[in-house]
């Protein structure tokens, strides 16, 4: 990343989002696909928190930059192994903290005995 330098005295600061990226770049697919089946793996985006959203959304960050940065390498392109494990290992930390286990969507599924209940109460 490269720094940006302080805006002018009087200048305005546009902070930029995920929103604002163009979805057709690659690096912007890769990264929305992440973050979507990151949610989807915890339950999906409606039964997440915003603080778990916002990680999710730092995880496909860093994944895109390390799914990048490995291709240059595997392509023989020279990268910062410093670097390259630094974004390893906050990945790691996020993912960690978000969970690594699947959760399942709510379970909407009767059990017998309600269903049996349901069925038999309902042909009377």
């Known amino acids: 990343m490269e ?8 200048g305005k600061v546009r902070l930029k989002t995920l929103a604002d990226l163009d979805r057709r770049t690659t690096a912007a697919r890769v990264v929305f696909e ?16 915003v603080m778990k959203l916002e990680l999710i959304d730092n995880v496909a960050c860093l994944g895109a930059m390390l799914k990048d ?4 390498y595997i392509t023989g392109e020279p990268i910062d192994i410093n670097e390259f494990m630094a974004l390893t290992n906050a990945q790691r930390r996020l993912l960690a903290d978000l969970g690594l286990e699947r959760r399942a969507l709510k379970d909407i599924t009767p059990n017998l005995r309600d269903y049996a209940a349901n069925a038999y109460g309902a042909a009377k």
Do not use: I, M, W
């Open 34 to 49: 992440l973050r979507d089946s990151l949610a989807a793996d915890l339950g999906g985006k409606a039964n997440l928190s």
């Open 69 to 72: 940065a490995a291709a240059s």
């Open 3 to 10: 720094a940006e330098s302080a805006p002018k005295a009087g």
